[in-house]
């Protein structure tokens, strides 16, 4: 079992930036890969990114490319995600999620997670 706890999420103009950060409990982070959706209201949950186990693959919706990147730090137990250039298109509860399988990385599908955090609201303001 993981629990997943996000943070850095608020209120921002477009065309600023957010840095959100997702902490994970117990010791075995580093056998996560690692992804981030969002949920804006009225909307179904979609794929924001998503990184390998060690970080040497990431993966991002088109919608968010060049814009936002996913890191992670295996030592600190922590995954990040690194929004530039925000637009109010945006605004969501930014949710990320750790897949334990191991296997094949269906990194846009939400279902293929484990484990989700409470998530984290981000507001662009237009």
């Known amino acids: 079992q993981v629990q997943l706890v996000e943070s850095g999420g608020g209120l921002v103009q477009a065309g600023g930036s957010l840095r959100l950060s997702c902490a994970a409990s117990g010791r075995t982070f580093s056998s996560y890969a690692m992804g981030w959706f969002r949920q804006a209201p009225g909307k179904e949950r979609e794929f924001v990114a998503a990184i390998s186990l060690s970080g040497g693959n990431t993966y991002y919706a088109d919608s968010v490319k060049g814009r936002f990147t996913i890191s992670r730090d295996n030592a600190k137990n922590t995954v990040y995600l690194q929004m530039n250039s925000l637009k109010a298109e945006d605004t969501a509860v930014y949710y990320c999620?750790?897949?334990?399988?191991?296997?094949?990385?269906?990194?846009?599908?939400?279902?293929?997670?484990?484990?989700w955090g409470q998530g984290t609201q981000v507001t662009v303001s237009s």
């Open positions: 999620a750790a897949d334990r399988s191991g296997g094949p990385f269906y990194y846009n599908d939400y279902v293929a997670y484990d484990y």
